[in-house]
């Protein structure tokens, strides 16, 4: 048996947390075939108990170890720098005893380990930058300009942004917009960055017939169901999203919308101030990811909004590829990450110019002259997470290969 070279992956995000079911080990799973990885995790106490024990098993069914340690996202400032320590604390072990010769950092908290141990062990590290994450912090309101501490870490990220650009051994971009910003900003060569966007598992995203699962969640044959999944504000505009909502029900009483959140409590303040007869027409419910299929399955369409701002041009909903697997058809606003390329290159549904009465009665009119069409396909070109696997492990090898 040829020994594999060790890699080890380092995530803020859990992977028991729904995003890093979708985003982070089905590109794992795939890569271990070549390599031996470890993951370092930071997970969420109350979704780690519940959820770790059947994840643990899927990965020792791969041979991939795992480390993590609990986080809160509300902790202050003192406990976030205290989990980059206690990660570098476990990085450190694990790169000793196993001889490490790589780290896949996920995002920037991440990549402070990363170019901790390049500097002293000479290990190469992936940026796998996910978005301008500073910036997304600061247009978000996460971070705000009025706090001189936010104001602080806004600079200490964005300079230590470009030491993960030119220190690391390669750098992942989701889209094209955020790649074409990279090079020019910091004077890299074009094969220094791969463009590999949140992408989809089309084994499980299949379109299925599920009319009586519809039954079962109240709806009727002739409703049409607009799905929203995801978080309530921050970065998705859902008030906005139930005011085109507001209008397409207007127009056709058919229409319902059913929202797919973990934020309960926030969605249900949202809804707290609509009319009855609008409210009648909306259901809040909590899903796990494996069941997002058969919820998309039911839908005519999903929708979303994102607040439009210089980060999201590096922004790659998840949303969007798992649509389109299920060959359902995608109204959302124009400007965030590659969209528009998409929508121009394949009629995906209805893009949304400007977020206000007029542009979604325009969307709700283009939504009905939609003509058939397979939106499985844009997913099967542009979002196959076998596709993604093939070119993490092109990097990998180009990084690795005089090791190897």
Request: charged content about 25%; aromatic content about 12%.
């Amino acid at each position: 048996m040829i020994s594999r070279v060790h890699t080890l992956f380092i995530s803020f995000d859990g992977l028991t947390d729904p995003l890093g079911q979708s985003q982070i080990l089905p590109y794992l799973i795939g890569i271990s075939r070549d390599y031996a990885i470890t993951i370092i995790s930071c997970e969420k106490k109350e979704r780690y108990l519940k959820d770790s024990e059947s994840i643990a098993k899927l990965l020792q069914a791969h041979d991939i170890n795992w480390d993590s340690i609990y986080f809160e996202e509300q902790s202050g400032l003192k406990s976030k720098f205290g989990y980059i320590q206690q990660l570098k604390q476990k990085a450190e072990k694990i790169i000793r005893l196993k001889s490490v010769q790589l780290i896949h950092c996920r995002s920037y908290p991440a990549s402070l380990i990363g170019l901790h141990f390049k500097k002293k062990f000479s290990i190469p590290f992936l940026f796998d930058m996910r978005g301008f994450w500073a910036d997304e912090r600061m247009e978000g309101a996460i971070w705000r300009k009025s706090n001189w501490m936010h104001q602080l870490l806004y600079r200490y990220f964005k300079f230590k942004e470009r030491q993960f650009f030119q220190e690391s051994a390669h750098v992942v971009s989701l889209t094209s917009s955020g790649k074409n910003f990279s090079l020019k900003h910091f004077n890299l060569e074009e094969d220094k960055i791969t463009i590999i966007p949140c992408c989809v598992d089309l084994k499980k995203f299949t379109p299925r017939n599920q009319l009586n699962f519809k039954t079962q969640l109240g709806y009727n044959s002739e409703d049409k169901l607009l799905l929203y999944i995801g978080s309530i504000g921050t970065w998705y505009l859902t008030e906005e999203l139930v005011k085109c909502f507001s209008v397409w029900h207007n127009q056709d009483k058919h229409f319902k919308l059913l929202i797919i959140t973990r934020d309960i409590h926030a969605a249900g303040n949202l809804l707290s101030n609509l009319p009855e007869s609008l409210s009648k027409s909306i259901q809040i419910i909590s899903a796990n990811h494996n069941e997002i299929p058969d919820y998309l399955s039911i839908a005519a369409a999903s929708l979303f909004f994102i607040k439009n701002s210089f980060s999201k041009t590096a922004s790659s909903p998840t949303k969007m590829a798992e649509s389109w697997a299920v060959n359902i058809p995608i109204i959302t606003n124009s400007g965030i990450g590659d969209n528009d390329i998409y929508f121009e290159k394949n009629l995906g549904g209805a893009l949304i110019k400007g977020l206000n009465e007029e542009s979604y009665l325009k969307a709700y009119h283009e939504f009905k002259n939609l003509p058939a069409s397979n939106y499985r396909n844009i997913a099967e070109t542009n979002f196959d997470k076998d596709e993604a696997i093939k070119r993490y492990l092109i990097i990998y090898n180009q990084i690795l290969k005089p090791k190897k």
